[in-house]
């Protein structure tokens, strides 16, 4: 009598060498149990927790009288089938008769059957379906058109003719198809090779029967030979099925969920860390069984187990983790989450894109492996070979286990720079050390990368990211590095706590950059609408101050002129007075102070404003803050790689450092000048490495933000 074992705690116990064929283990708690070399023929495992469970060389599958009646059920189908195949040639054998009638209906079945079999070989047995549905509208056109020139008499006799032929032929050539291969799946499934062979036998001895009995003397022979070419292009289509031709795929299904009734099941079960090592899981249900680094390494017929809803569903997956040979191919947005693929040979595999969440590479080789934008959170990577890897965008984080990787050195890139070979190696030159390559990433272990592909709107960027860190107080966050990638590429790096929610706090930033960045739109097409409106207005300024200097011109005087303007451009306005010494016409004009432009406020004259109020260094051979911040405004000034519009937002940014610098103390101007310093940053990222201002800013920034008290 079978055991029952349902809801009880077995963690740790042995089975070793135990018959429990048809156990009953369903919910129970087996976690660390020794099942080695077991007998589970027909147990039940469903919902049972089953982490780290030791199946090596168990025996799983059907019980003997499971096998016995789905073989019989093979048999009853593969009649059922013959039957259909016989009157299949028999209709067909009427274009062998004489008479118009017979002539025409076997020409209709022989025309239907060979366009049915064409597409069901080619395309599936639906697409052979879908042709017949498509013949049966087009009799019906013709009969209609037929109708049209006034033999309606015809036409619905050659309507109705044609129609029950096609109708006919589609029914006795689906049923027959269908119940074929499904019996020939299942022989396939649950038996022996002994019992395929006598499921087509049957078949084709059923056929043979069904034709030569209902055909004529004169038609018996082509009869009986239609119906064995019918009857084996259904075994065919099992056998293709079962072969895993996807065409068929649904075939296979039906029939390997079928054959795995009674079977062993493990329906549900939790199987993390469980070992099936040279197990036998033929006919087994592993339908939507937690897999998590479970170990298929060299089982056996787990291509016939039931695997709906688990990473066995691909073909290829079942292959590599029973072989743990997967060198050279590919596997490109391969689901092999939680796989168990300890030791496998992966040299030069290609597993771009791949979902490799919670799955173990422990020892494995990866030597030259395409692991772009691989999804690698919680892998592990222990002791794993990894010289030549492409590690181009992959995502890790502080779960990802690199502990003693033997690696001499990665790729950053998958393709060559443009019009170079350089892939970005690492190191750019020589090996890495014992424990180098692990150091190397922990920096990107505790990083959160923002990837804009258009550009930086530097003002949303800041609005986003205070944003950020004011939602997500709990994690100290911070700018580690602004990265130009070309082609509008930019890469910001975001350093985080090792607990801290990566994904949520990637999602706040998107979220809020997103709103920043519309907000600062509708500002500036606000703003530019404004400054269309004021154009004129400063137009006629202009032409107004050329009258009045033309009439001034005739002697030479001094005149002091004080001029305000207000520049509705800008958030806050800011009034400047010029004076202005007037000489006769021919002679010399000259300006006190900054030159007067009345078009727009003169940033620069702000900013040298704002830095003289510094106080000079306190050292003759220490630069302070205001030589530093006069140096940094003359390498913006002299700049020729950025736009005017950009050398005006940096020559703010350096205003707002000289402000700051006024009270460094107050966090107030700490954070202001922290954005400021960012604000920069992003805006020579942009530029050629060679440009000179990169290497200025990159100089000073760090002493402006140790005088700062920045860090």
Request: charged residues 20%.
């Amino acid at each position: 009598m079978p055991q029952d074992f349902s809801g009880k705690n077995l963690q740790g116990r042995s089975f070793k060498g135990q018959d429990l064929t048809g156990a009953n283990f369903s919910y129970a708690y087996i976690r660390d149990a020794n099942f080695t070399n077991v007998n589970l023929r027909g147990a039940n495992f469903t919902n049972a927790i089953l982490r780290g469970a030791n199946f090596s060389h168990a025996k799983a599958g059907l019980q003997r009288r499971s096998v016995i009646g789905l073989v019989l059920v093979s048999w009853l189908m593969s009649a059922m089938s013959g039957i259909f195949s016989g009157y299949a040639g028999y209709f067909v054998s009427f274009v062998s008769e004489i008479g118009f009638y017979n002539f025409y209906t076997g020409l209709t079945w022989l025309i239907v059957l060979t366009i049915f079999w064409i597409i069901t070989i080619r395309q599936g047995l639906l697409a052979g379906l879908g042709a017949i549905a498509l013949a049966s509208t087009g009799a019906i056109a013709i009969a209609i058109a037929i109708a049209s020139t006034g033999s309606i008499a015809i036409a619905i006799a050659s309507t109705g003719n044609i129609v029950i032929a096609i109708t006919s032929t589609g029914a006795i050539a689906i049923t027959g198809v269908l119940a074929s291969a499904v019996a020939v799946a299942l022989a396939l499934a649950c038996a022996s090779a002994i019992a395929v062979a006598v499921t087509i036998a049957l078949a084709s001895a059923v056929a043979t029967a069904v034709a030569a009995t209902s055909a004529s003397t004169s038609a018996a022979v082509v009869a009986i030979a239609l119906a064995e070419a019918f009857s084996l292009l259904s075994a065919y289509v099992g056998w293709r099925a079962l072969e895993g031709d996807p065409k068929h795929a649904w075939i296979r299904s039906f029939a390997i969920a079928f054959a795995s009734t009674g079977g062993t099941n493990f329906h549900s079960a939790d199987l993390t860390d469980a070992d099936f090592t040279q197990a036998t899981l033929k006919n087994t249900d592993l339908s939507k069984a937690n897999l998590t680094r479970t170990r298929f390494y060299e089982s056996k017929k787990l291509d016939f187990a039931r695997v709906d809803d688990t990473i066995l569903v691909d073909t290829n997956v079942v292959t590599l983790l029973v072989s743990g040979n997967g060198r050279g191919q590919s596997y490109v947005g391969a689901n092999l989450r939680g796989a168990n693929l300890m030791g496998a040979n992966l040299k030069d595999a290609n597993l771009k894109q791949a979902d490799i969440i919670a799955a173990t590479f422990q020892g494995a080789c990866l030597e030259s492996a395409n692991l772009t934008l691989t999804q690698a959170i919680d892998t592990d990577f222990t002791s794993a070979q990894m010289t030549g890897a492409c590690v181009e965008a992959w995502n890790i984080e502080s779960t990802t286990k690199l502990d003693d990787v033997d690696c001499r050195y990665v790729y950053l890139l998958e393709y060559p720079k443009p019009k170079t070979d350089d892939r970005e190696r690492r190191p750019s030159s020589g090996e890495f050390k014992a424990g180098e390559f692990t150091k190397l990433f922990e920096e990107v272990l505790n990083t959160v990368d923002l990837i804009f592909r258009d550009g930086v709107d530097w003002k949303a960027f800041l609005a986003a990211f205070q944003k950020v860190q004011v939602e997500n107080e709990d994690s100290e966050l911070a700018i580690q590095s602004i990265e130009n990638k070309g082609d509008g590429v930019v890469v910001v790096k975001v350093s985080v706590p090792p607990d801290a929610n990566k994904e949520k706090i990637h999602s706040d930033f998107n979220q809020n950059y997103s709103l920043a960045l519309q907000a600062v739109e509708a500002k500036y097409k606000a703003l530019l609408q404004a400054k269309d409106e004021q154009i004129e207005e400063h137009r006629q300024k202009y032409t107004d101050m050329k009258e009045i200097t033309s009439l001034l011109a005739s002697k030479s005087i001094n005149v002091q002129v004080e001029s305000k303007l207000e520049n509705k451009n800008m958030t806050n306005s800011n009034d400047s007075s010029r004076k202005v010494e007037i000489g006769s016409v021919g002679r010399d004009f000259n300006a006190s102070g900054q030159a007067l432009n009345l078009g727009e406020i003169d940033i620069s004259g702000t900013v040298t404003n704002a830095i003289n109020e510094l106080p000079p260094a306190t050292q003759a051979d220490k630069p302070g803050i205001k030589e530093l911040l006069k140096q940094l405004q003359t390498a913006i000034e002299e700049d020729d790689n950025l736009t005017a519009k950009n050398k005006e937002k940096a020559l703010k940014q350096v205003k707002a450092l000289a402000e700051a610098s006024q009270n460094p103390q107050q966090e107030e101007k700490q954070d202001l000048a922290g954005d400021a310093i960012t604000m920069l940053k992003g805006l020579v990222t942009g530029l050629p490495g060679a440009a000179k201002l990169v290497e200025d800013v990159n100089n000073l920034l760090p002493l402006i933000s140790g005088c700062l008290g920045l860090g």
